[in-house]
């Protein structure tokens, strides 16, 4: 699988990446012989970058990513991890955290240099590794201010030291973003949704300023939580985690009639679409099942071809800067 150096640093990611959130037990509880498996099938499939969180289960996911990833070669692969959450012990009481799994820590959040370097700290202990490769602040956008003022100067501060290799932020909220890598010197930006093949709102503002600052993109929530996952969404498909309108079904429908013209399914082309643009590193996808990682390999092995993307714009179906 070919692999892309995030900006200007060391690290080289390959194209298609496994997300830790469904590891740690996202939209429904899985158990740690399922998540090896997973894991074990990803390795298999030439994935080598692996992407988790503290927040991503409690720590679940990060101990479960850690307990396979500590016995394969470490020159082989590129694990990243965020911070901006501690995770604080508590009596869970019976209750079920947000991610499936008993509630035995809280979340704190915290970007201030002391935070930072806990959190690595902790990452590192949960996981039983020596470093990681690229460090993110994680979902800043409520938080932006104390991310930017000391939250990004400690990993920069990491970066320089040798601790990790490329540093970044991971976020939903292309403003924010787009104002972090006009301002700081990161490496990379994980962007959730809005660089997808029917969502382009990255093109106004952070795509642009990736290619003018030799910033790299990494592309998640590529199929926007489901919308784009199937040959054809159902009425009850979600598109970025809530119901989907009327007029994005009707536009994911128009989406795949031109796809099945050309003999490719909807999510064969919501994997590609995003590493057509120069910026664009790789894609991370969140996976939960040997299966869903075979599905997901298949899918983004698939040939498409230029004429699709030619009929697309033609159909007024993605933009013309895409």
């Known amino acids: 699988m070919r692999r892309n150096r995030l900006g200007r640093s060391t690290v080289e990611v390959t194209e298609l990446g496994c997300g830790g959130g469904p590891l740690g037990g996202l939209f429904a509880s899985l158990d740690d012989e399922t998540a090896a498996a ?34 394969m070669p470490r020159a082989e692969f590129i694990l990243s991890t965020k911070v901006g ?39 590192l202990a949960r996981m039983g590794v020596d470093r990681v490769d690229t460090l993110f602040l994680h979902d800043a956008e409520e938080h932006f201010d104390a991310a930017l003022r000391t939250g ?59 290619a003018e600052r030799g910033v790299s993109v990494l592309a998640a929530s590529v199929f926007n939580s489901g919308l ?17 309108s009327p ?28 590493l057509r643009h120069p910026v664009v590193a790789g894609v991370v996808v969140g996976m939960r099942s040997p299966e869903e990682v075979e599905r997901n390999a298949a899918l983004f092995a698939a040939d498409v071809p230029d004429s699709l993307w030619d009929d697309l714009r033609a159909e007024g179906l993605i933009d013309e800067r895409a």
């Open 38 to 71: 997973t894991l074990a099938a990803a390795w298999d499939a030439g994935i080598r970058y692996f992407d988790t969180s503290p927040h991503y289960g409690i720590g679940h996911s990060e101990r479960r990513v850690g307990a396979f990833l500590r016995h």
């Open 85 to 123: 959450r501690l995770l604080v012990p508590q009596d869970a009481a019976g209750r079920v955290d947000e991610f499936h799994v008993p509630a035995t820590h809280r979340r704190v959040w915290d970007f201030s240099r002391d935070g930072v370097l806990r959190s690595v700290e902790d990452s």
């Open 152 to 210: 990004y100067p400690a990993l920069a501060e990491l970066r320089e030291q040798g601790v990790v290799g490329a540093i970044g932020a991971g976020m939903w909220h292309t403003g924010m973003l787009t104002r972090l890598v006009r301002e700081t010197d990161v490496d990379a930006v994980m962007l959730s949704g809005h660089y997808t093949l029917i969502q382009h709102g990255a093109l106004d503002d952070l795509l642009p300023a990736c």
């Open 247 to 274: 007029e994005i079904l009707r536009r994911a429908h128009r989406v795949a009639d031109v796809c099945e013209a050309h003999g490719v399914t909807l999510p064969q082309a919501a994997m590609a679409f995003p």
């Open 228 to 244: 784009l996952a199937t040959p054809r969404p159902t009425e009850a498909a979600t598109f970025d985690y809530a119901p989907a």
